[in-house]
């Protein structure tokens, strides 16, 4: 592949980041003060799967290049409400380790100058502040280092001499995977308790016992908002009929309140199907709201039921999965 092929948009000027709030890692930047610089604007949210298996590759740039005329400016653009919170985001930058300059963008004022769509979404930037490349979801990391030394060639310096990704990376989705699944009802689908459902208001669920393939169910007590779906009772449940390898959940709830689940009748646990946040006894303990590893499964499972048991007032706002 030629540098021709890295650069994969006609050159435009890049918007200036604005309408901004806290920054992380660094003093505030504004793109036209780092004419001379390369710029990769990194546009994420910390419940994001996609972004969170994007990390390792974007930091590792950012040590391999900082030093030779790489600017690397995480954008935080919030999908869910708690992604606002000044704290939440600094937490998420401590857990994953990323020490490059993060900035939230809670009004998505940059995500809009940008006219961006996608978590995540990658805008490489040369010398001159023109957009040269962009990239959206996960993957294509050699050929956006590659993008990367480039641009920086280009700009005269010098560049390390092996790359930090070694050949295309494989990206976790299977065919027939299940999709990211909402469970409020501003982007619901696939819903099995439609006739039963009112929105804003306390409604008792009943549990659907055979779900179509990545449908999903609600049972006891439960209040649907546009963003997600909250427990009024304890043993509150949520049923999925899924495709995939890995099961995670965006949810929030009262300190220390945890959840058990079971796949096709059988329990989970730490060392059973069980994700990086299940503890001992199956529990899957709440520390914040956040995006929770729930279900790794030794392989790729067709059509696997999946039942939570929650205890009241903790909110559920998202499935995603991996392959």
């Known amino acids: 592949m030629d540098d021709s092929e890295l650069f994969n948009v006609p050159t435009y000027k890049a918007p200036e980041l604005t309408g901004t709030q806290e920054w992380f890692n660094s003093e505030p930047l504004k793109l036209a003060d780092l004419k001379g610089k390369v710029v990769l604007v990194d546009f994420w949210t910390y419940s994001c799967i996609n972004c969170i298996r994007t990390f390792p590759y974007i930091q590792a740039w950012y040590e391999a290049y900082k030093d030779q005329g790489l600017v690397i400016v995480g954008v935080h653009a919030p ?22 300059p993060i900035v939230q963008d809670n009004d998505l004022a940059t995500w809009n100058a940008f006219a961006n769509h996608y978590w995540p979404a990658h805008y490489l930037i040369d010398k001159d502040g023109r957009v040269r490349r962009e990239h959206f979801g996960e993957g294509e990391y050699d050929e956006t280092e590659k993008a ?4 920086l ?3 005269g310096n010098s560049t390390a001499d092996d790359m930090t990704v070694k050949g295309p990376v494989k990206v976790p ?3 027939g995977q299940t999709p990211e699944t909402y469970l409020g009802y501003d982007r619901a689908r696939n819903f099995a308790n439609a006739e039963e459902f009112t929105a804003e208001m306390t409604q008792e669920y009943t549990l659907v016992d055979n779900l179509d393939e990545n449908q999903w169910s609600l049972g006891g007590s439960w209040k649907i908002s546009a963003e997600g779906s909250m427990t009024e009772a304890d043993r509150s449940m949520l049923r999925i009929k ?3 390898k890995e099961v995670y959940l965006v949810l929030d709830g009262p300190e220390g309140a945890t959840i058990t689940m079971t796949i096709d009748g059988k329990a989970v646990t730490d060392n059973h199907n069980g994700g990086a946040d299940v503890g001992e006894a199956g529990r899957v303990r709440i520390d914040g709201a956040r995006l929770y590893k729930l279900i790794n499964m030794p392989t790729f499972t067709q059509g696997a039921v999946l039942d939570i048991t929650i205890p009241k007032d903790v909110s559920v706002m998202a499935f995603t999965f991996g392959g």
């Not at 990367?148 to 641009?151: G, H, K, Q």
């Open 79 to 100: 999908e869910f409400p708690f992604e606002k919170k000044a704290e939440n985001v600094a937490r998420a930058i401590k857990d994953y380790g990323l020490t490059y």
């Open 148 to 151: 990367i030394r480039a641009l």
């Open 153 to 155: 060639t280009e700009a």
């Open 173 to 175: 989705i299977q065919q």
């Open 242 to 244: 899924f495709s995939a």
